[in-house]
């Protein structure tokens, strides 16, 4: 992980944390397991689908999965869960708070 974050130019004081999941303990408690047959088909078991979440104070507020029935994986379409929509999310939670 530490290989990518400097490939990503992720600082170590960053706000950001890379973490891995190497036996899906994490992804099976988030119920994230990618499970459409085509991943499986071709030998790749246990992948994670294409997630981003925002928690505060430990408490999910945001979930945004990248899949759809064409794209299962959210390879092709990964938009909801990069860092401007998440942002643009958390801007929206943040106003209704307000309200």
């Known amino acids: 992980m530490m290989a990518w974050a400097e490939d ?4 170590s004081d960053s706000i ?12 099976a ?25 925002y928690l505060e104070n430990g408490v999910v507020r945001i979930v ?5 029935e064409d794209d299962p994986a959210g390879d092709e379409k990964p938009e ?7 942002i643009e999310a958390i801007k929206a939670l943040q106003f209704k708070n307000e309200l």
């Open 16 to 27: 950001v944390t890379l973490m891995g999941d190497p036996y899906g303990d994490l992804t």
């Open 80 to 86: 909801v869960t990069l860092a401007d929509a998440m």
């Open 29 to 53: 408690a988030l119920d994230m397991e990618l499970t459409h047959v085509g991943p499986k088909s071709v030998g790749i078991v246990g992948r994670c689908k294409r997630f981003a979440l």
């Open 64 to 68: 945004r999965v990248a899949e759809s």
């Open 8 to 11: 990503q130019g992720v600082k």
